[in-house]
């Protein structure tokens, strides 16, 4: 069992910027994603990253915007998220150890609340 925890969440203007961060209880061994879902809308698929060789995918909804990243060392995966809009708002979720698209559909964080005004 991996347990997640995200953090970084916040509410931020349009334009700005945020870090969410996800740290593991245990060191992923495949693979770690961000997920989000706004309210009255199904969960979306955002990026993954490959423990290794540490590839990253995207989502065309954020690509180009939205950076994934990780610290093994601190079993960390990060979205670095920039030119935020409106439509960024969602809770978001970190995913690891999943055989679904972006990692999902195994292991999953409590949520991380982004609100883009």
């Known amino acids: 069992h991996v347990q997640l925890v995200e953090s970084g969440g916040g509410s931020v203007q349009t334009g700005g910027s945020l870090r969410l961060s996800c740290t593991a209880a245990?060191?992923?061994?495949?693979?770690m994603g961000w997920f989000r879902q706004a309210p009255g809308k199904g969960r979306e698929g955002l990026a993954v990253?490959?423990?290794?060789?540490?590839?990253?995918m995207y989502a065309d909804s954020v690509e180009g915007r939205f950076t994934i990243s990780q610290d093994k060392a601190k079993n960390t995966a990060y979205l670095e998220m920039r030119d935020l809009r409106p439509e960024d708002t969602a809770m978001y979720y970190c995913?690891?150890?999943?055989?679904?698209?972006?990692?999902?559909?195994?292991?999953w964080g409590q949520g991380t609340q982004v609100t883009v005004s």
């Open positions: 990253i490959f423990t290794r060789p540490g590839d990253a």
């Open positions: 245990t060191s992923p061994r495949n693979c």
């Open positions: 995913a690891a150890e999943g055989l679904e698209a972006y990692c999902g559909g195994n292991y």
